[in-house]
């Protein structure tokens, strides 16, 4: 059984090993520039609440209570201030003063221990629907990488696939979380506490307005810029975890070639670029805070000196309207400040969202027509017809290829590296889609069928194995779930693996290690062997299948494989004279074209290119 999604996460495209052909990255290093606050992100960013609604909803009415008793302090402590000075004036007795004082200030504290009890809720609501929205998030990407084709694996690179589904996801998280209730709060913060300034002094009021005008000059000129910064901050880190990912998964060529410096200097060049980055970003902030923060403290000073001058011209008798004022203007200024931390957040998250949304968006080259319908049990007979085929489709590898492979035939693909040969394997496994010709399958064009439908009568052993983390005998069972240890040693046995296999420290029960580092190349092998048998499959692909199996292994297998391939079609790349010459068929292939066909020995006699590489096989050999 194949997975693709499997092949997809090899570190070497599929298309670079398909006849050597290997196209280049084209996912550009630049990404589109975007508008500071994108509202069509942003509604998309909103879509992903929606599933929580619900929950958003409570924490808002929660929230609303809790900032509404947070904001009676302003008007408790102008309170105490005016009983205080007006008990003070009117000789009212000290004990009757104090039981005053004590019953405000038990008020004031009962209305914040209950805030503090609905700021918890509000908390446990947000954070478990905004987690809930993560996750979905995830779950979506990690379903749509499943879905794309091989072509966008082909064009881009493993690190920026990763970034997408952590660093950007997770840049989302503060906006997905507290976004909704930020803005809400800091909204309703604003306004109230402008309504209050309003009617606890219009004085005061008129004295601060002014300084919003300067404040919405500086929000605006300040989301411009900070949308363009982290941008650039954003796309820096992609680079950083693009290279990481790439000398990790190379480590070995790495070491062999001695390039630990040099990668390390190209490493560090990247790290600077993106710690400049974030310092740029940094300063910007650096630069907007302590102005706002600065205006801030202006309005305070214009509340305490134009309050005490009306204090003093008898214009306001009570001096905890002066107060209140001045606690208001600190409310209504907090959530600005707040907001400009927020709107920091929500520039990283749009930064991410973009990219998120980006790979979300990406169509799939390959993939179920709306009618498509299921392959019904298949006896395996393949046929080409006039077949073009090209990664770029301005540069054809495989030209107007034609052949009939017919059920239980055992199909030789032999030519020169870059020929084409793992292209038409490729095209069977509905990898890729040819350009132009159908691909038939028992008379079912390989367009009209379902994959899901294909793949499961489908095996396939590649030149690069891969092995998940875990055990061998999970790695085997990764074929057909949920069959029993029982068939896979059966399987094992009958293909001529348990030899090798079961003699391990633990039996089938040994961990493999990451990729399968813990094995042997030739373990590997043998692996990737059982598990593609297990599934019991009615066309084989074998793509250079044999190429890392030493001679004595081969031997162990080679009886086996005989007696499993009886009855199945087969199509074998192979450099390896011995599953040569045990093909029904040898197809030779050119430049993308089929130049010969015909017998091992039909080959021969003709004395064209196949005896040609014949030659080459057996001096090689000897």
């Known amino acids: 059984m194949i997975s693709a999604f499997v092949d997809k996460l090899r570190r070497k495209p599929v298309a670079a090993s398909i ?14 520039r975007y508008k500071p606050i994108d509202r069509s992100l942003v509604k998309r960013m909103l879509v992903l609440l929606k599933p929580y609604k619900r929950e958003y909803t409570i924490a808002m009415v929660i929230g609303l209570t809790y900032l509404l008793l947070d904001l009676l ?11 205080c000075d007006a008990f003070v004036r009117q000789g009212v007795p000290l004990r009757k003063t104090i039981w005053w004082l004590v019953g405000l200030n038990v008020f004031w504290v009962s209305a914040f221990g209950l805030s503090v009890v609905f700021q918890r809720l509000l908390i446990i609501i947000t954070t478990r629907a905004g987690e809930s929205v993560q996750f979905d998030l995830r779950q979506k990407m ?89 941008q650039v901050a954003r796309e820096g880190w992609t680079r950083v975890s693009t290279n990481l990912a790439e000398n990790i998964t190379g480590m070995r060529v790495v070491t062999a070639y001695d390039r630990q410096n040099p990668n390390l200097s190209v490493f560090n060049r990247l790290q600077q670029t993106n710690t400049d980055n974030n310092v740029t970003v940094s300063r910007l902030n650096g630069i907007y805070q302590p102005i706002l923060c600065g205006i801030q403290n202006l309005g305070r000073a214009i509340v305490l000196l134009f309050g005490g001058y009306l204090i003093a011209t008898g214009r306001v008798q009570s001096v905890g309207s002066v107060v209140a004022s001045f606690w208001y203007w600190d409310l209504f200024m907090a959530p600005i400040i707040n907001l400009g931390n927020f709107i920091n957040q929500m520039m990283m998250a749009m930064a991410g969202a973009e990219r998120v949304f980006n790979l979300l968006d990406t169509k799939p080259d390959v993939f179920d027509l709306p009618d498509a319908h299921v392959l019904p049990p298949i006896v395996g007979r393949v046929k080409f017809e006039d077949v073009t085929f090209g990664y770029n489709p301005e540069r054809p590898v495989l030209h107007d290829v034609t052949f009939t492979a017919e059920p239980g035939q055992v199909v030789a693909l032999v ?11 490729s ?85 493999v290690g990451e990729r399968g580092a813990g094995m042997s190349l030739g373990q590997r092998q043998l692996i990737c062997f059982t598990r593609a048998f297990l599934s019991n499959p009615r066309i084989f692909l074998l793509d250079e299948a044999t190429s890392a199996v030493d001679t004595g292994t081969e031997q162990i297998v080679q009886e086996s494989l005989e007696r499993l391939l009886a009855g199945r079609t087969t199509f074998i790349v192979a450099h390896r004279l011995s599953t040569i010459l045990r093909a029904d068929v040898i197809l030779v292939i050119d430049q993308g074209r089929i130049i010969e066909r015909g017998t091992h020995r039909e080959l021969l006699d003709k004395g064209g290119r196949y005896c040609q590489l014949y030659r080459q096989f057996v001096q090689h050999s000897s």
């Open 142 to 230: 990690f379903a749509h990488l499943q879905l794309l084709s091989m072509s966008y694996y082909d064009k881009t690179k493993l690190g920026r696939i990763i970034s997408r589904m952590t660093s950007d996801i997770g840049s989302m998280r503060e906006v997905n979380v507290w976004g909704i209730w930020q803005v809400f709060a800091n909204m309703l913060i604003m306004a109230v506490a402008a309504c209050f300034l309003l009617s606890t002094n219009w004085r005061l009021f008129c004295a601060v307005a002014w300084l919003g005008i300067p404040l919405y000059i500086i929000n605006r000129r300040y989301l411009r810029d900070l949308g363009q910064r982290h």
């Open 19 to 32: 006849g050597g052909v290997a196209p280049a990255p084209v996912e550009s290093d630049e990404e589109s």
């Open 415 to 425: 030519g020169h590296t870059g020929s084409g040969k793992s292209s038409i394997v």
């Open 427 to 511: 095209l069977i496994a509905r990898f890729y889609q040819p350009q132009k010709g159908r691909i038939l399958v028992d008379g079912h064009d390989l367009r009209q069928v379902a994959g899901a439908s294909l793949h499961r009568q489908m095996g396939m052993v590649l030149q690069t194995n891969f092995l998940f983390t875990g055990t061998v005998m999970e790695n085997i069972q990764y074929a057909k779930p949920g069959c029993t240890e029982e068939e896979v040693i059966a399987a094992a046995k009958a293909i001529g693996s348990h030899d090798i296999l079961a003699p391990m420290s633990m039996g089938y029960q040994t961990d």
């Open 73 to 83: 302090t302003p008007k408790v402590v102008g309170m105490i201030v005016d009983t």
